[in-house]
């Protein structure tokens, strides 16, 4: 089968021609056509796997053929860089169209997209937390929505979004057609399908069988010596692009910088960056300026790279679909991938998980001319934090004001002020 059996408007088909679209994914030839029935679906898929293109050529179908100027069309996704990836992808298929969308993200000036939704856009890509900003302040109009599509739906409630996005659901209109794609299906995203979906279609690909190009393998070792046998790793493979996964933050930072001091041409993708930086890391990974990409889980959510060569698991992710996620990166388009992953003896339970996933047990491999003896320090001295800089605090004296007497002589300071969870998220 090939994309014409679809019947798609003429501009839709010209823009799947031009990109060299031939053969449909799994994922596409079973979404498609109730999509395009207008029927509610529930897509249990990886990333990689087409779902872009499996929502997106029925969603341009049918704005194609109706009204300009509003918002029709929604695209809820979890992070910034999925966001653009999933923007770029509708652009691309609708080239012919004209049909106007933006990105809506936290992270950037929110005026610019102010600007750009007073122009009029027919669709909306937007992470949840900047998208009510703009509904609290009255500058975005979702009350022709038709369409809504909430993507990588279990990775938003990972992040803490499921309140944000039911806020959102309220604001829609009722009667629109419902579309959710998910990696996996925890209870909440069982609850909120039954909730919001309409007699959905349910189509499935590959949900939690890793790709059957990429060779997997287990390096042993003790935590102290991850990063000297990282590096032995790197300088016995063949390797074109490498993306390295951490469990934290703090962490990518530091094995990013350790690998640029050595010479290697490494980024790293992490939460803390701003919007310019990450792009920039993520533009470079692509394009091959940067060898290497070292990022946390949720940073590396929307990275869509077709060449990587090795995926290498500096810390063992927390759950079998976790490292199906990570894992699907690499042996893509036909190619073939490899998968290293340094475990210690603290994550047998989790090895044992990922084995049962794979359907057999994973080579152990040893490093030859390794030194696996060296002692661990006493002190963490590769990850632990600078020591912050002592704050002077200013001394007060309270003096009476309107006939009062001050309480006392002491001072007096406010207690610093958490920052709110949401502003702490990707999406913000």
């Not at 990105?103 to 600007?115: D, E, L, M, S």
Request: hydrophobic share 40%.
């Amino acid at each position: 089968m090939d994309f014409k059996e679809f019947n798609l408007h003429p501009q839709i088909q010209a823009g799947v021609e031009a990109l060299g679209y031939v053969t449909p994914t799994p994922i596409q030839l079973q979404a498609i056509p109730p999509v395009m029935d207008g029927q509610d679906v529930m897509g249990l898929a990886q990333t990689g796997t087409g779902k872009t293109a499996a929502f997106g050529l029925p969603m341009l179908h049918r704005l194609a053929q109706g009204e300009r100027g509003r918002v029709r069309a929604l695209v809820v996704a979890p992070t910034r860089e999925l966001a653009e990836q999933i923007n770029d992808a509708l652009n691309a298929m609708g080239k012919l169209t004209r049909l106007r969308s933006v990105t809506v993200y936290g992270g950037v000036n929110i005026n610019t997209q102010i600007k750009r939704l007073k122009e009029g856009v027919e669709i909306v890509v937007a992470c949840p937390g900047r998208l009510l900003d703009h509904i609290s302040q009255g500058t975005v109009d979702l009350s022709k929505v038709e369409m809504l599509v909430l993507d990588e739906a279990d990775q938003m409630f990972d992040m803490g979004f499921l309140p944000d996005v039911k806020r959102i659901l309220k604001v829609l209109p009722t009667v629109r057609q419902t579309l959710m794609f998910s990696a996996t299906m925890p209870d909440d995203i069982r609850k909120l399908a039954h909730d919001i979906l309409r007699k959905p279609v349910t189509v499935q690909v590959s949900r939690t069988a890793p790709a059957a190009t990429v060779s997997h393998a287990l390096y042993p070792i003790s935590q102290h010596l991850k990063t000297p046998l990282l590096f032995e790793l790197l300088k016995h493979t063949d390797t074109e692009s490498v993306l390295i996964f951490t469990r934290t933050k703090h962490r990518a930072k530091r094995v990013g910088e350790q690998l640029e001091k050595s010479g290697y041409k490494a980024a790293s993708l992490q939460g803390n960056l701003s919007q310019n930086r990450r792009q920039a890391a993520l533009d470079g990974f692509r394009d091959g300026t940067f060898q290497i990409l070292v990022a946390t889980d949720i940073a590396a959510r929307g990275i869509d790279v077709s060449l990587i060569s090795h995926v290498i698991n500096y810390d063992i992710p927390d759950t079998p679909e976790a490292y199906t996620h990570r894992i699907g990166r690499t042996g893509r388009a036909a190619k073939t991938g490899d998968a290293f992953t340094l475990v210690t003896r603290e994550d047998d339970l989790l090895v044992r998980g990922i084995e049962r996933v794979l359907g057999g047990q994973i080579e152990r491999r040893t490093m030859e001319g390794f030194d696996y003896s060296v002692p661990a320090p006493k002190k963490d001295v590769e990850f632990v934090r600078a020591p912050r800089e002592p704050q002077r605090r200013k001394e007060t004296t309270a003096k009476p004001a309107g006939g009062r007497h001050a309480m006392g002589t002491g001072t007096k300071t406010a207690a610093p002020r958490p920052a709110s969870h949401a502003a702490r998220r990707s999406g913000r």
